[in-house]
């Protein structure tokens, strides 16, 4: 069983939506418990960091997700979901992550060019940088839909993907039995279905 985390923030149903449509047998809860039993996590996320991480911390999710990682359970974070899984952000002031993965949220507009739309919407090709067992089905020039203002920073050890918009920027990131996505699979076609059932499959070790 795969557990959405829902604790507020996230576009749980059409990720739920997908994750039926692969084959997955997948719950929204935010029962610690039910989160704690489940084979695998999903910790999704939209909006601004600062008031989803008070979130997690009011709800006591935050340290059910990193006692998930600490188990071994595989983990996603998708979107801000990814974002909360580092040290750090500086959206609105700074605030702090889970400290899953080392690095920093910081804004694009500190590294794309002027004049280049932000929010970053649209779809980009992904290129993969490291293998990993959740791409083991992307192909090179495939394509996923972002959405996002900030990406993920000093976390270069533990980026699997970039996207090119200007510079490349963070797409996809893993350490151990933690990943993230700053994309979102659940709105990326056939492309993000086959990383979703990767995902669904993979059993938290990183070699393919």
Known sequence: MIAIIDYGVGN????????KAVGADAV????AEAILSADRVILPGVGAFGDAAGK?????????????AARGIPIMGICLGMQLLLDKSFEFG?????????????PISEVIPAGLKIPHIGWNAL?????????RDVKPGDCVYFVHSYYGAK????VIATAEYGA???AAVARGNVCGCQFHPEKSGDVGLGILKAFCEWDGVESC
């Open 127 to 135: 290129e993969v940088c490291r293998q990993h067992p959740i791409f």
């Open 12 to 19: 749980l149903f059409s990720l739920a939506h997908s994750l």
């Open 28 to 31: 929204i809860t935010g029962d």
């Open 168 to 170: 490349p920027l963070t």
């Open 155 to 158: 976390c270069d050890e533990s």
């Open 94 to 106: 700074e605030h702090n992550g889970l400290g899953l993965i080392p690095g920093e949220v910081r």
């Open 56 to 68: 997690l911390r009011e709800t006591g999710l935050d340290h059910v997700t990193k006692t998930v």
